[in-house]
């Protein structure tokens, strides 16, 4: 069952999605995990761009709003000047899952309060993306108030945005008040979990964000495996990691890296950020 609202497949195509509303749709099971796109599910056909357009209420297993998957063909070319809120699912993507999907832009959007909720390892309560999706430009977005809380064991990460893919850029971005809660397992990333090259990630605030975990780290961003070009005129503020097993230590209250090199890395502000083992 997927596409509480529209249903995509085979080559099919929407140019435009415009000055819309999708409110409380929604996809559910009485067992089982295949049920996607609470609002718009897409696979093998493009949608070429979201403008002016409201995702409100909307849930489902995977991407609570949209769901977009495709071999080997599918694009998403823009969001703009649009508002995804209160959207959710239980695994990957709260408000927006893809994957092998090419995005252009996603600017002048909102992404606040949309949540992942339930007893798996969970991933970006706004946006989940696979590795094989890249993104061309992330810009003029807030994220707040999106996050995990997971009963599970495993691992939990991307409170707001996980990407795996190649990005263009980041820039003129907040994330606020965005957060991880798995304190059975591991969790990472109270806002943005990356490991994909970057080549510019300039004037973003990350204020507030936070992860609570048995197993904790990074309480704004984690970098895996990254490059990143230019990252520069950056804040990071009142971030936070609380870990609620003395066994096992807190790391990076604001900005975890691995494995990640910066050809630039200037004019970046760390305040009041911290760690507490409990």
């Known amino acids: 069952s997927h596409g509480g609202a529209i249903y995509l497949i085979t080559a099919s195509a929407i140019d435009v999605i415009k ?7 929604s ?12 609002a718009i599910y897409s696979n093998s ?13 909307n849930s489902a297993y995977n991407g609570g709003a949209i769901y977009m998957s495709t071999t080997p063909a599918n694009t998403l070319l823009n969001i703009i000047d649009s508002t995804f809120t209160e959207n959710t699912a ?13 995005v252009g832009d996603i600017t002048g959007t909102d992404f606040i309060n949309n949540t992942i909720s339930g007893a798996v390892k969970a991933s970006g309560a706004a946006i989940y993306a696979t590795d094989n999706t890249p993104i061309n430009n992330i810009s003029d977005v807030t994220f707040e108030n999106n996050g ?16 795996g893919g190649v990005i263009g850029s980041i820039t003129n971005t907040t994330f606020k008040s965005n957060y991880v809660n798995a304190a059975l397992g591991s969790g990472s990333s109270g806002a943005l979990r990356l490991s994909g090259s970057v080549d510019e990630m300039s004037n973003l605030t990350f204020d507030g964000n936070y992860v ?14 990254e ?43 760390f305040e009041n950020n911290y760690l507490h083992v409990t």
């Not at 996809?27 to 609470?38: N, R």
């Not at 995990?148 to 990407?163: F, L, M, N, P, R």
């Not at 609570?212 to 495996?225: M, P, R």
């Not at 990071?236 to 090199?261: D, H, Q, R, W």
């Open 90 to 102: 239980m695994q990957y993507g709260g408000a927006i899952r893809l994957y092998n999907v090419d």
């Open 27 to 38: 996809v559910s099971l009485a067992s089982g995990t295949d049920y996607c796109g609470g």
């Open 148 to 163: 995990i809380v997971s009963s599970s064991t495993d691992s939990s990460a991307g409170g707001a945005v996980y990407v």
């Open 19 to 25: 000055d819309s509303l999708f409110d409380g749709n």
């Open 212 to 225: 609570i975990a048995k197993n904790g780290d990074a309480g704004a961003a984690t970098f895996v495996s």
């Open 227 to 269: 490059t990143v070009g230019d990252f520069s005129h950056n804040i990071f503020k009142n971030n936070y990691v609380l870990s609620t097993g003395i066994n096992n230590p807190a790391l990076a209250g604001a900005l975890y890296l691995e494995s990640t090199s910066f050809d630039n890395f200037s004019d970046v502000q």
């Open 45 to 57: 056909s493009s949608i070429g761009s979201v403008i002016g357009t409201t995702f409100t209420n």
